[in-house]
């Protein structure tokens, strides 16, 4: 089994910094997108950022501006830099793979992280 194991969430005040970090436990073939999302007791999960296999990028409106994600194909992880943290920013962040198994049948497979969290408060 794969597994994704994130790791940089904690305590930090508004406007500080946290980097967020998403390692497979082995390589993953035919990643088609790389990505973040958050959940907040009560909400749906929402999607943060993500990068694809052709390198295309798509943060979330509320994030544009401050987060940026990265990734390392050589350690297969993906990154994501949180700056000028926001009280609405906690919640738990889950590290999200997408691979293309069958392209014709339309087949895949999401591999999630047990996600890590993030608390931005004074």
């Known amino acids: 089994q794969v597994q994704l194991v994130e790791s940089g969430g904690g305590l930090v005040q508004p406007g500080g910094s946290l980097r967020l970090s998403c390692t497979a436990s082995?390589?993953?073939?035919?990643?088609?997108?790389m990505g973040w999302y958050r959940q907040v007791p009560g909400n749906q999960r929402e999607l943060v950022a993500r990068?694809?296999?052709?390198?295309?990028?798509t943060y979330a409106d509320s994030v544009k501006g401050r987060f940026t994600i990265s990734r390392d194909n050589a350690k297969n992880t993906v990154y994501l830099q949180m700056n000028s943290l926001k009280r609405e920013d906690t919640a738990v962040y889950y590290c999200?793979?997408?691979?293309?198994?069958?392209?014709?049948?339309?087949?895949?497979?999401?591999?999630w992280g047990k996600g890590t969290l993030v608390t931005v408060s004074s």
């Open positions: 990068i694809t296999r052709d390198d295309s990028i």
């Open positions: 082995r390589r993953i073939f035919s990643i088609e997108h």
């Open positions: 999200n793979f997408g691979q293309t198994i069958a392209t014709m049948l339309g087949l895949s497979m999401n591999y």
